[in-house]
Structures are given as structure tokens and as C-alpha cells.
């Protein structure tokens, strides 16, 4: 009997976390396992035919989370999804709002209830944001309550949700991304494939791929190239996604003075062909991550990144190629990082590929630890990850 699993998230678009589920769902067709999709989200989104086309069937929670009608919104979603058959597992991923999600899914009488932490935010409740403080405490005890077992992308990422003793609780444990790298084992065409954004010959391309939201901190990404772009006139920037910040962004770029040196791409499926044959560097100064994929993926591509302090250690896997910078250094300090880098090169793509496909950044090993956590019996311990009364 398939066991069968609603994942709650915002939305299926082209995104870091929803990319991986997507990989998971591909992954999962063999295994006795049904995947459903609970979207805060009335319109459709990227991924949405491809669930359905795969078996995925979806549902929507109609209203706002921050109305007092959510709870009931959630209930009416989870009365959806079980009338279709019975949910074996709630698996939430929508960081401290898991708290009254979980509430639902035990209401609905879910037996295993996960809460899944995908982003290290806690630096946001410090002083003297008092309101995303209180917030804060109060959702994690919602989720410690509420939640049957705790996942979270990284160590640096747990305490967002569970708390600074997390690791004290059985039902919490560390399950990295897994991605298919294989995907990277792509001739390169960089003639053919700069061509085609219209990037001129000779010139070094640092790559940027991100939501244009202030967690990215892409406003600084433009003053370190603006400084780099003094020091060498070869280079291009080619930035790929969307978001809130993004016609302010552009304004920038105007202001600049240097839009014939930036591409600016919306979210696409080809990521490692432009991460292959586009890009000799990639660029992430973001102000907090849990575990960015697109990190992963650019150094499965060979790329030397140069990347801030505040992205998790775990994803530094090359350091030799890399470099990390707190965000608060100077944008001269960067561009200099930047060029250093520049000078040293690519990885080994061919030697990182077999290695990474076989580590625990592989898809085959996340979602085999998923599939065993989604068959677990109440009382029974899988893959270090033990059932818990809530």
C-alpha cells in the first residue's frame, strides 16, 4: 500500500526548495509512495502541470495565513485532501507558519506530522524587533507541540524552528538537500550558449541566481560588481530570477551606467547549461540561507563561488576554489575577492560530479532517507529520526 504524503508548501514555482521537491516527486515514481501538494496559492505556478501530469493532485488554502480565518482555511484544505483517501503524513515546509499547519494536520488526525526547516532566520528575531521575536517563540512552541518529527537542511538552519536545544530532541535531525547531478555532466558550448543571451565574446561572466528579495541582498551584489567592473572592463554580469525588489533593482542598474554589462534572465529550466557554459564565477552574498541549492549546484558545475559568511559552512564543499565575506565588508573587498578568484580558475567538474553523486548531497540518498521516514510506524526509529507523541 502506497503511503501517501501532502506536502504543504506557499507555492510550486521555480525555486530553490520547490526545484527539490520536483526532484524528489521525479525520483519517488517507483517507490510506494503518493506525493499531494497543499499551495497557499490561487493562481498556477510553474510545477503545477507537471504534478498533476505525474499523478500530484493539489490543493489550495484559500485565504490569508495572517487572517483569524486561516486555521479554518486550513481545515477546509486538509478536508479536501482526505476525502480523496487517507494522508499518512503532513509534511509542512513553510518555516515558522508550520506551527499551525501541523495544528490542522493533527486535527485532521495525520498521524505523522513534519515540520521542516529550510532557512536559518533567527537572526531576524534579534533586538529590537520585539513583534519577530515574540513571533517567533510563539510559533516553535506551536511546532514543538504540534509536530511528530523535525527536519532541517542544515545545523545552522534547526534552531530557526525547534530552538537553540534542538539537538536534545529525538524527533529532530539534519537531512541535506539531494540533488541529481548528473544534470551537470553537459558538453560546453560557451561560444553558443553566450551567443544566444547576447553576451559578447572575451568576457568573464559572474553568475547570480536568486529571488530579488532582501534575503539575497542583491542591492550590494550590484556595488560589487560596479567596483569589479572599475578594476576589469571584460566583465558581464548574468543574473537570473524575480521577485519584489526587482524593478528597484533594475533602477539601479540604470543608475549605474553599466546595463550593456548586466543580463538580466527570469527563472528558466537551464540552469546547468548557463551554470556549465555561461558563468566562470558565481556570486551569493545573501544575509541568511539555510542550505541554497543554487550553491550546490554551481560548485557541481566547477564554478568558483564567492559567497558571505552568513551562508551555512556546510555549503562550502570546495574551499579551495571559494571564498566567503561577511556581508558587512566593503564592496572594494569583494570585487578584490572576486578577481582573486577569477585568476585561480574552475574546479574539477568531471571529479566533483562522480564524487557528489555518491555523498549525501544525492538526490538517491535524500529520498531514501524521505521514503524511510514516510513509511515509519508510530514507536519506530528510521534513519535516526524516532516517533514522538506530540
Known amino acids: 500500500m502506497k503511503r501517501r504524503v501532502l506536502h504543504v508548501v506557499g507555492r510550486m514555482h521555480r525555486a530553490g526548495i520547490e526545484t527539490w521537491l520536483m526532484e524528489v516527486v521525479r525520483r519517488s515514481e517507483r517507490l ?59 509534511h509542512a515546509h513553510e518555516q515558522l507558519w508550520c506551527g ?58 534547526a534552531p530557526s524552528l525547534f530552538g537553540e536545544s534542538w539537538r536534545e530532541d529525538p524527533r529532530v535531525a539534519v537531512l541535506n538537500y539531494g540533488l541529481d547531478f548528473g544534470r551537470f555532466q553537459l558538453p560546453e558550448d560557451t561560444a553558443g ?44 554580469l548574468l543574473i537570473i530570477g524575480e521577485g519584489s525588489l526587482e524593478h528597484e533593482l533594475r533602477a539601479q542598474i540604470r543608475d549605474s551606467g553599466l546595463s550593456s554589462r548586466i543580463t538580466w534572465l527570469k527563472n528558466r529550466s537551464d540552469i546547468p547549461a548557463l551554470m556549465v557554459s555561461a558563468m566562470d564565477l558565481f556570486l551569493l552574498p545573501s544575509l541568511h540561507e539555510g542550505l541554497p541549492l543554487v550553491l550546490l549546484e554551481a560548485q557541481a558545475a566547477g564554478l568558483p563561488c564567492l559567497f558571505s559568511t552568513e551562508v551555512t559552512a556546510e555549503a562550502d564543499l570546495y574551499p579551495e576554489t571559494n571564498a566567503r565575506l561577511s556581508h558587512r565588508e566593503s564592496a572594494g573587498h569583494w570585487a578584490a575577492a572576486l578577481q582573486a578568484l577569477l585568476r585561480a580558475g574552475r574546479g574539477n567538474r568531471a571529479a566533483r560530479i562522480q564524487e557528489l553523486s555518491g555523498g549525501v548531497f544525492s538526490l538517491e540518498h535524500a529520498a531514501g532517507r524521505l521514503a524511510d521516514l514516510y513509511g515509519v510506524d508510530a514507536g519506530v526509529e528510521v534513519s535516526g529520526l524516532q516517533e514522538a507523541s506530540a
Request: glycine letters at 6%.
Open 193 to 236: 550558449v553566450r551567443r544566444s543571451l547576447g553576451i559578447a565574446p572575451g568576457r568573464k561572466v559572474i553568475g547570480h541566481i536568486g529571488r530579488c528579495e532582501r534575503q539575497k541582498n542583491q542591492r550590494f551584489l550590484l556595488e560589487v560588481f560596479q567596483e569589479a567592473a572599475r578594476l576589469r572592463s571584460d566583465l558581464h
Open 100 to 157: 499551525p499547519i501541523l495544528e490542522a494536520a493533527a486535527r485532521a488526525g495525520i498521524p505523522v506530522r513534519i515540520a521542516h526547516s529550510h532557512n536559518d532566520t533567527k537572526r531576524l528575531e534579534r533586538f529590537p524587533n520585539l513583534a519577530r521575536m515574540a513571533f517567533g517563540v510563539w510559533m516553535r512552541s506551536r511546532i514543538r507541540r504540534a509536530m511528530t518529527h523535525g527536519l532541517s537542511c542544515s545545523a545552522a538552519a
Open 32 to 90: 510506494p509512495v503518493q506525493h499531494d501538494f497543499m499551495v497557499h496559492c490561487a493562481t498556477e505556478a510553474a510545477y503545477d502541470r507537471e504534478l498533476v501530469w505525474r499523478g500530484c493532485r493539489l490543493y489550495r488554502v484559500v485565504g490569508d495565513r495572517r487572517s483569524v480565518a486561516y486555521p479554518l482555511a486550513l481545515d477546509t484544505a486538509f478536508e479536501a485532501a482526505l476525502a480523496d483517501g487517507p494522508v499518512h503524513v503532513a
